[in-house]
C-alpha cells in the first residue's frame, strides 16, 4: 500500500510538474496579428525564424527585411536570397551579439533608413523577452512595434526534456532582464 501511495505521489507531481511548464511556455509566448509595416525585422539565433520573416515579406506585410546579426549561421543574407527576398529589400546589421543589442542596432538602422514601423520576428519562446527589451529600447520614439512568432517549440501536451530546458533558461533569461542584470541574462 505504501508502495501505491509513494507511485501515486510521484505520477501527481510529475504532471504538477509538466502542468507547471506548458503554463510557463504558454506565457513566454507573444503572437501579434502581422500588421503592415516599413519593415521586418529577423532577430538572429534560431531555425525558422527567417522563413517567417520571408513569408510575411512575400505576402507584403513590409517592403524591407531586417537581419540583425546577419552573419549568424540562421539568417544570412545568402539564405534570405534564396528564401526569394531581393537583395536590394534587404538590411543587414552585423554587430548585435544579444537581444539587447539586436535591438539597440536596429534602432539605428530604422533611424538611418527613417522607417516608422516593424515587425519584430524570433522563435515562439523568445517573444515574452523580445516584446520586454524592443519596448524598452524603442520607448518614446514614436516607432511602431509589432511581435510575431516563429513556430518552435512543439504543441504537445508531454514535453521533451529540451523543450522543458529551453523554457526554463528563457525563464531565467526573463527574469534578469526584469530586475536589470543585462550582464547575466544577455547571455545568449
Known amino acids: 500500500m505504501k508502495m501505491l501511495k509513494r507511485l501515486s505521489y510521484i505520477i501527481t507531481t510529475l504532471f504538477g510538474i509538466q ?6 511556455r504558454r506565457f513566454l509566448i507573444v503572437n501579434e496579428r502581422p500588421k503592415k509595416a516599413d519593415v521586418i525585422i529577423v532577430l538572429s539565433g ?16 513590409a517592403d ?20 526569394g527576398i531581393p537583395e536590394d529589400k534587404l538590411i543587414l546589421e552585423e554587430r548585435a551579439i544579444s537581444t539587447h543589442t539586436n535591438a ?3 534602432l539605428e538602422k530604422m ?3 527613417q522607417l516608422t514601423s516593424a515587425i519584430i520576428i524570433s522563435s515562439d519562446f523568445h517573444m515574452r ?5 524592443f519596448s524598452k529600447v524603442y520607448e518614446n520614439t514614436g516607432i511602431e512595434l509589432t511581435f510575431v512568432a516563429a513556430p518552435y517549440l512543439k504543441n504537445d501536451f ?6 522543458i530546458q529551453t523554457i526554463f533558461y528563457e525563464w531565467v ?13 544577455e547571455k545568449d
Do not use: C, H
Open 111 to 113: 533611424k538611418e533608413q
Open 104 to 106: 539597440i542596432y536596429a
Open 46 to 61: 534560431g531555425p525558422g525564424r527567417l522563413e517567417k520573416g520571408a513569408a510575411l515579406f512575400k505576402e507584403g506585410n
Open 129 to 133: 523577452r523580445v516584446r520586454y527589451i
Open 173 to 185: 533569461k526573463t527574469f534578469g532582464y526584469w530586475l536589470g542584470a543585462y550582464e547575466v541574462a
Open 19 to 24: 502542468l507547471l511548464f506548458l503554463l510557463a
Open 158 to 163: 508531454l514535453m521533451e526534456g529540451w523543450e
Open 64 to 83: 524591407q527585411l531586417m537581419l540583425t546579426n546577419s552573419n549568424d549561421t540562421w539568417a544570412t543574407a545568402q539564405e534570405a536570397i534564396e528564401l
